[in-house]
């Protein structure tokens, strides 16, 4: 054996022949790194939070509420570069299944630096959010069961929510008529703006000095929470309370978050929060009501990660299910539910939630970009950006999964981003090469 490959092997890496670049030509030869799923032990503490001073400390950096509702205009580099956010003329009728379809596309226009937000709020209402190239934030809606047939479509043109957004909006919803989004400012603050009751408030500044884009869930009418990673990788939370009206401050979850965090609730007040850690694993923390702080532990999920995870938290049980891009560019996945186990000492059956084994779901996914899944029909659908920019969708049910990725077509350059609406409804949006939005629908 050649001494380079020796030393390949030796390192955990291992030399694969992979798929041909076209579909005609010599099969290329690439390196893939190995996806390591035992947990391993930390070199630093993730429950030990620390305070530096500099998540929270003032600083002569930051915009103004009044700037961010109405920036000037010059300060836009590539607003001359932004093409019209129009739509096509083609109108696109109600979907009539409830899941995307393969090949089954709309092109949303636009100009998007990243990834889109979709959320739903209310009985068909769906809204749908991205950074335009000038930083603003754009948005436009549609209302499934509206009298008039125009409202039941997307909106004709994108509304201009302002900002300046450095990063993709997370959007959630508490209840009918009212939506939460948050961005990460280019001044690195997070920035949250509301609609409620038809009406939309102002950008406000929620202070913080962000290194990702923030995640958020609400859980009830009353509550909804925004989530961030500061610069030293400690992860840091507010939440809202409506009976109050007011936010609470940032409370310090601790970690060493290397990606954006992903953030699950269910209708028990649970919550989780799940990132790749700067050792490259996969890392949880969810909501204890034992505790005084109302937070248990982090705690290692293992594996090798490259890029954000993704999760899901099932309604009514206690399950949850997480997915990453493997350094070995596959999607794993991993599950935790209740395990019944029989003591044969003591004769007793006992059933404790715990995480299962990571599952190799194959694929070859796009560097950098996660996965998005949802619940749906008692099972999951999990779609991936492949290497090709093309997306793939694999669905479980009745405890198995469906043997080989679909493809569903499309061009596209971000991650997926996954919304379930009314009866089970699902729909995948992403940026385009061009910045526009599409819908696999």
């Given at each position: 054996?050649?001494?380079s490959?020796?030393?390949?092997l030796t390192a955990?890496?291992e030399l694969?022949?992979?798929?041909p670049?076209?579909?005609y030509?010599?099969p290329?030869?690439?390196?893939?790194k190995?996806?390591?799923?035992?947990?391993?032990s930390?070199?630093?503490?993730?429950?030990a939070?620390?305070?530096?001073?500099?998540f929270?400390?003032k600083r002569?950096?930051v915009h103004s509420?009044?700037?961010?509702?109405n920036?000037p205009?010059?300060?836009?580099a590539?607003?001359?570069?932004t093409p019209?956010?129009?739509v096509p003329?083609?109108?696109t009728p109600?979907?009539?299944?409830?899941?995307?379809t393969a090949?089954?596309?709309?092109?949303?226009a636009g100009?998007?630096?990243y990834?889109?937000?979709?959320?739903?709020?209310?009985r068909g209402?769906?809204n749908?959010?991205?950074?335009g190239?000038?930083?603003?934030?754009?948005?436009?809606?549609?209302d499934?069961?509206?009298?008039?047939p125009?409202?039941q479509?997307?909106s004709s043109?994108?509304?201009?929510l302002?900002g300046?957004?450095?990063?993709?909006?997370?959007?959630c919803?508490?209840?009918?008529?009212?939506v939460?989004v948050?961005?990460?400012g280019?001044?690195q603050?997070?920035?949250?703006?509301s609609?409620?009751?038809?009406?939309?408030?102002k950008?406000q500044a929620?202070?913080?000095?962000?290194?990702?884009?923030p995640?958020?869930?609400?859980?009830?009418?009353d509550?909804?929470?925004?989530?961030?990673?500061?610069?030293?990788?400690?992860c840091?939370?507010?939440?809202?309370?409506?009976p109050k009206?007011q936010?609470?401050?940032?409370y310090n979850l601790?970690?060493?978050?290397a990606?954006?965090?992903?953030?699950?609730?269910?209708?028990?007040?649970?919550t989780?929060?799940?990132?790749k850690g700067?050792?490259?694993?996969a890392?949880?923390k969810?909501?204890?009501p034992k505790?005084?702080s109302?937070w248990?532990?982090?705690?290692t999920?293992?594996g090798?990660?490259?890029?954000?995870p993704?999760?899901?938290?099932?309604?009514?049980e206690?399950?949850m299910?997480v997915?990453?891009?493997?350094?070995d560019?596959?999607?794993?996945h991993k599950?935790?539910?209740n395990?019944?186990?029989?003591?044969?000492k003591?004769?007793k059956?006992?059933t404790?939630?715990?995480?299962?084994a990571?599952?190799?779901l194959?694929?070859?996914?796009?560097?950098d970009?996660?996965p998005d899944?949802?619940?749906?029909?008692?099972?999951?659908?999990?779609?991936i950006?492949?290497e090709?920019?093309a997306?793939y969708?694999?669905?479980?049910?009745?405890?198995?999964?469906?043997?080989?990725?679909?493809?569903?077509?499309?061009?596209?350059?971000?991650?997926?981003?996954?919304?379930?609406?009314?009866?089970?409804k699902?729909?995948?949006?992403f940026?385009g090469?061009?910045?526009?939005?599409k819908?696999c629908?």
């Amino acid at each position: 054996m050649h001494l380079s490959v020796l030393l390949l092997l030796t390192a955990g890496v291992e030399l694969v022949l992979g798929a041909p670049n076209k579909p005609y030509g010599p099969p290329r030869r690439k390196i893939v790194k190995r996806f390591i799923a035992e947990p391993r032990s930390s070199t630093v503490d993730w429950n030990a939070p620390r305070h530096d001073g500099t998540f929270l400390a003032k600083r002569s950096n930051v915009h103004s509420a009044e700037y961010f509702n109405n920036p000037p205009l010059l300060s836009r580099a590539a607003a001359q570069d932004t093409p019209p956010a129009l739509v096509p003329k083609d109108v696109t009728p109600a979907p009539k299944e409830k899941r995307a379809t393969a090949g089954q596309w709309e092109n949303m226009a636009g100009s998007a630096m990243y990834h889109p937000a979709p959320v739903s709020w209310g009985r068909g209402h769906l809204n749908l959010y991205y950074t335009g190239k000038d930083r603003t934030c754009q948005y436009k809606s549609r209302d499934h069961y509206a009298k008039e047939p125009k409202q039941q479509q997307w909106s004709s043109s994108w509304e201009n929510l302002g900002g300046e957004l450095d990063s993709a909006p997370a959007a959630c919803s508490r209840k009918k008529d009212n939506v939460h989004v948050f961005c990460k400012g280019t001044d690195q603050q997070t920035w949250h703006r509301s609609y409620d009751n038809g009406g939309w408030g102002k950008w406000q500044a929620m202070g913080g000095q962000c290194k990702h884009e923030p995640a958020t869930c609400s859980w009830g009418q009353d509550h909804a929470a925004v989530y961030v990673g500061a610069e030293d990788g400690a992860c840091w939370t507010r939440s809202y309370n409506e009976p109050k009206k007011q936010w609470s401050g940032w409370y310090n979850l601790g970690g060493y978050m290397a990606s954006p965090p992903k953030v699950v609730t269910n209708k028990y007040e649970h919550t989780s929060v799940y990132c790749k850690g700067d050792d490259g694993q996969a890392w949880h923390k969810k909501t204890d009501p034992k505790k005084e702080s109302g937070w248990g532990e982090w705690e290692t999920l293992g594996g090798s990660l490259d890029s954000a995870p993704a999760a899901v938290s099932w309604e009514g049980e206690e399950r949850m299910d997480v997915y990453v891009k493997g350094s070995d560019g596959a999607c794993w996945h991993k599950t935790y539910e209740n395990v019944t186990t029989f003591d044969e000492k003591s004769k007793k059956t006992t059933t404790l939630p715990k995480w299962g084994a990571w599952e190799n779901l194959g694929g070859e996914m796009k560097a950098d970009l996660p996965p998005d899944v949802a619940v749906v029909d008692g099972g999951m659908e999990v779609y991936i950006t492949g290497e090709d920019d093309a997306v793939y969708r694999k669905k479980w049910a009745d405890g198995s999964w469906t043997e080989d990725w679909e493809p569903m077509g499309g061009d596209v350059v971000t991650q997926p981003a996954v919304v379930k609406w009314e009866e089970d409804k699902v729909e995948v949006y992403f940026a385009g090469k061009d910045g526009s939005c599409k819908r696999c629908y």
